[in-house]
């Protein structure tokens, strides 16, 4: 299929500074995100994979800019987003949309599920007249199959699975192009989990609409991304399509990830990388290649340059300097 | 034929609160044999926490009914459930002892690591400051931490979530128990650091000789870990078996619907859907009549599977299902 | 389990005093500024209270009394809310510099005393009905101010404020729409339980001789014009004390039983 280009990141930072002292003081920076580039075409899901302190969640908001980047560029259709200013940044949040992880905090205990998601019709004053309004929520809460009985109760009277569904209900309000889906199964339990994987595979295939699939969760990612995107303490490790990253993984981070993932069927038991140490803290971080501390190929070359992403493949990118591992 | 270390009898756990009392845990029982894992896998709600708790004399329950039998390390059998909280004191950590999910609800953040190995060891030991210090100061390089010194004048805050899960799992095996109840624990760690606990366990577990009941509702654990599982649903363990027989061959629908609508890195499943289950786990004060599962279940039959509650049945040698229909369900050319 | 039956209580009290100050009128034996000759008379049955030293019927004024306390309580207990309030929403959720100054001047005010700060500007400015009720509140704002801040700054934790900001909400839309009514049942609570500090502030300030200026019948004034009298009819402190008491203690009860 050809897709075009959506959305495009380039030499994307979030640095959080830290400030020290009765007066304070910058002494250091946590490098959340650290020089992150890559693409999403449209249409297409991107799988950004990544343990904690990897800045997954921190790439997520930062493309929707409810975090705002400390430097870089992010070209959404061909227009800066990092540069809008207030009213066409209203405007750009009718193209790109948000689910959030936890369907607890997501929903506002107070409102009833109509309200919720009316809310991004309100505010961008889409469908003014109520009684429209309340038909067009009606029908959204009907493509994630919940059915009108609920338009008036409140998130209390609703289970996990069904708060998750109001919350992508809520995301397709504004019939956006694009949605940043943060770790959306993953406090949900696990029968529930296929349900609402399934139902964004469904969306996204009705709708059109290009994903950033986020997670920490690879089989499920495996099953839904057309490319999976590694990061590892704020940086782009490896990345390429799914099927490749998960059969033949060219970054000695992603091989020691898929073989960490336990799985459940007890025939296909492999010997697995078992890493040593804990992740360094993003205060901190390794210089030269910030996975050598924990990596069984590292050399001493490592330690010195900043590997930059090389092609290994077809659309197929790794951040190494060895080309002989794993 | 090995006498077991566990025998739970009928365990029923009720809790209550102002407007309704609801069943937990309905009337389970099982064995567990010295040194072996079992894993007891279900989704929120089964029971599975509450089961761990239930043993461990720490449920906030209104009534618990049924015997949890332990073998102690000086030969006598004693059951657990009639212990008063005084003796019940000096059986956990001792002869039993529980890890949990979330580390740093389990440790006092006021202390530091070392105070609270100390406090363990002697607790039940006794023995003075400096031999506590020194075992302690064992017991940390024995499970992989560096600078096993620095760590214990740390303070919780100080550590990692994988650190601090190391800690607890120290002080939980400081006194060598013979049964080791896991709830949840890798569940909040990263995959990398799972793998690493995961490994850690077994080590000790080849190394003391001690049981572990594993409580999880990932299957991929299990397989690392467990030689036996037990699925719960419902309050009611369904299933029973050998890990690998249970995988390849599930008997009772639940599991098996389970085990199908997982993604896993060992079977392609892109561009398919998944095998989801339909509808949500039952509200345990507002269980379904007849077999709990039945409103979500592809092989339901009417006015048999909602009007009685199904028992466990053996299907096979050390294999026990809960389903009325299993026999005539088995997928075809399986044991 | 016990919030039940205090919530109950509370209000229970607070519907006396209610009572008396909307139905003052059918209820009093007595018009509560008329003298009589009957001065200081005892405990009788035509003056279950007995009388004053102007021979007015104490139980009518403390009947009436409690007009003058609910309306300074409310009063102030409403205008600290519309400091206190948006100092504390605005300060909470807009976080950095602004919260820091917020922070700084609440703290100020806080740590001064409460009852000495009231005594000085009302010394001051002299004591009338609205006099009292602006200062009650001011003394009272911070606290308000403090209490809604902290509150706000769990609430805005919560994922479905992001999820607001990504719709496109501005700040005001947030506050107005998710932060303030998440605060509704500690802000109730705290209403309540502002009513009753003022009221029982102002009737130590009357106490003190700083209250509503006579005749007007008010509690704090009563008990201390009963007080050189209390060998004769204790009743006429007694009388109003209890009332205060039972007033600030439904106040209260309502407040602290919103758990």
Redesign the interface.
Known sequence: MNRTTLLEVTNLRKWYAIRRGVIPRVVGHIRAVDDVSFEIKSREVLGLAG??GSGKTTIGRSL?R?VEPTSGQITFNGNEVTTLDPSA??RF??KA??I???PY??????MTIEE?VA??LR??AIEPERRRRRDRVAALLSKVSISNDYLDRRPREL?G??RQRV?IA?ALA?DPEFIVADEPVASL???????I??LL?DLKDSLGLAILFIS?D???M???ADRIAIVYLGKLMEIGS??EI?ESPRHPYTE??????????????RQ?I??????PSPANPPSGCVFRTRCKYAIPACAQTIPQLTAVGAGHYKACIRDDVP | MMASLLEVRDLSVHYADRTRSLLAVNSVSFDLAPGETVALVGESGCGKSTIGLAIMGLATAKRIEGTVTLAFKNGERRNLADLSDRAMQDVRGNEVAMIFQEPMSSLNPVHTIGWQIREAITQHQGGSRASADGAALNLLSQLGIPDAERCLHAYPHQLSGGMRQRVMIAIALSCRPSLLIADEPTTALDVTVQAQILELLKRLQAETGMAILFITHNFGVVAEIAQRTMVMYAGQIVETGDYGEVFHSPRMPYTRALLDSLPHLGRVTAGTRLAAIPGQVPNPAALPSGCAFHPRCRYFVENLCDSRCPPLEQSANHRVVRCLRWKEILAPGQP | MLIRPRRILGFALVACALLCALLANIIAPYDPLRSSIDLLSPSTASHLFGTDELGRDALSRVIFGARTSLLIGFGAALVAMVIGAPVGLVAGYAGGRLDVVAVMIIDLFVSLPGLVLALVITAMVGPSLLNLTLVLGLVMWPGVARLIRGQVLAIRENSFVEAARAAGGTPAWIIGQHIWPNTMRVTAAQFSVSVSLAIFTSSSLSFLGLGIPPPVPDWGGMVRSGYDFLAVNPLLSLGPGAAVTITVLGFYLIGSSVE
């Open positions: 343990e904690s929707l409810l940044l209203r949040r009718r949309q948000i959030f992880q936890d905090s997501s929903l506002d205990p107070r919720i809310e991004p505010v961008q289970s699975g069904q919350g809520r504004v339990d696990v029968s529930i989990q296929a349900q994987v399934n595979q920490h690879i089989a499920v495996r099953h839904i799914a099927r998960v020691a990830l898929l073989s960490a993932v336990p799985n459940p069927d007890p025939r296909q038991r697995r078992v890493l040593g140490g804990d992740i």
